[in-house]
Nanobody, 114 residues
Framework: QVTLVESGGGLVQAGGSLRLSCAAS????????MGWYRQAPGKQRELVAD???????KYADSVAGRFTISRDNAKNTVYLQMNILKPEDTAVYYC????????WGRGTQVTVSS
């Protein structure tokens, strides 16, 4: 069993920054890619960014240059540094980890006010 615990969401003004964290625990041997998705009200869940075990990253066009994903393999933790936040970044952000199967966190709310 794998548990994902997310933290770092909240309310911020446009132009501000937030840092999300997601720690995986339990049966984490062989942990693979880690990433972040988001879902805004009335919209489908979409990929924000992901990172391979080796550190290769991928970003959605809408966040490239503003968000940075990173991971600490010793801690089985993935981070998302979000800068220059915009109101359209408002969503529930979900951690996603592949460990022989795909696991999801419960989500953390990010609200950006204009």
């Amino acid at each position: 069993q794998v548990t994902l615990v997310e933290s770092g969401g909240g309310l911020v003004q446009a132009g501000g920054s937030l840092r999300l964290s997601c720690a995986a625990s339990g049966s984490t041997f062989g942990i693979g890619a880690m990433g972040w998705y988001r879902q805004a009200p009335g919209k489908q869940r979409e990929l924000v960014a992901d990172i391979s075990v080796g550190g290769r990253t991928k970003y959605a066009d809408s966040v490239a240059g503003r968000f940075t994903i990173s991971r600490d393999n010793a801690k089985n933790t993935v981070y998302l540094q979000m800068n220059i936040l915009k109101p359209e970044d408002t969503a529930v952000y979900y951690c996603n980890v592949f460990i022989r199967a795909t696991y999801w966190g419960r989500g953390t709310q990010v609200t950006v006010s204009s």
